[in-house]
């Protein structure tokens, strides 16, 4: 069994400012981190309860000294075990001024994949889901073709639109980008790809992994077996 932490360093890698232990009694993993403008640290991962399997896990820590900000969510702990009693991970997050916005995958078998995209919007302050966004705070994408597991694996925001970058797997992998109203996570109406989506497929395992919004452009990184991005219908955003 894993544990979850967080730790401060000093920029030359000299020297741990502080560290701290976030896990609990089962597997725990932390894997995205980021920063507020008023000195909080953002965490997201899954932790495994006793109820539901393993979940989403967010937390919020005083970028000081490591120690939890307990008006978040309580005792500065979400634990998002909704909706899936099986495994459920958070695996990216980014931050607005008043919204934390987390993506990964739920077990969820409402369609043919076993895993599913959820994205969700949670009050920044206090950790509450933010309910006007998609339904009941989350938006998910589920392959219906296909028996096979789709993930969300980075996030990327600017003022008025959330892309999620990620895969379906219906033939190995397929990449795959979504982009959402930041407000009501409606899927984008307008000229991004199609019906709001680009989607990139070579015949083999394709996958975005990592995404970054840069004024009119996105930049995303993943792997293929041939030549990805020139598969890709339209990634201007």
């Known amino acids: 069994q894993g544990d979850a932490f967080v730790a401060c360093l000093a920029l030359d890698g000299t020297a741990i400012r502080w560290s701290t232990f976030l896990g609990g009694t089962g597997s725990d993993l932390a894997t995205a981190v980021t920063a507020d403008m008023s000195g909080n640290i953002f965490v997201a991962g899954s932790a495994s309860t006793t109820l539901n399997g393993i979940g989403w896990n967010i937390q919020k820590i005083s970028a000081s000294d490591g120690s939890l900000v307990t008006a978040f969510s309580g005792d500065g702990i979400l634990n998002d075990t909704n909706p899936s009693a099986v495994t459920d991970e958070a695996l990216a997050l980014a931050l607005n001024g008043t919204a934390i916005f987390v993506t990964g995958y739920d077990g969820v ?3 043919a994949s076993p895993q599913q995209w959820r994205t969700q919007k ?3 302050t206090t950790g509450a889901t933010t309910t006007a966004f998609g339904v ?3 938006v998910t994408f589920n392959n219906t073709t296909t028996a096979d597991n789709d993930q969300a694996k980075a996030i ?3 003022s008025t639109d959330v892309y999620v970058a990620g895969f379906d797997d219906d033939d190995a992998g397929r990449a795959r980008i979504y982009k959402y109203d930041i407000v009501t996570g409606a ?3 307008d000229s991004f790809g199609r019906a709001g989506t680009v989607m990139s497929e070579d015949g083999g395992d394709d ?3 990592a995404i970054f919004l840069n004024g009119n452009y996105l930049y995303v990184g993943g792997y293929g077996s041939g030549l ?3 598969r890709m ?3 201007n955003a």
């Open 156 to 158: 990327a925001i600017n």
């Open 109 to 111: 078998q409402g369609g």
């Open 136 to 138: 009941n705070g989350a």
């Open 228 to 230: 990805v991005l020139f």
């Open 207 to 209: 996958r975005f992994n």
């Open 187 to 189: 899927t984008s109406t």
């Open 122 to 124: 949670y009050n920044i």
């Open 233 to 235: 219908r339209d990634h």
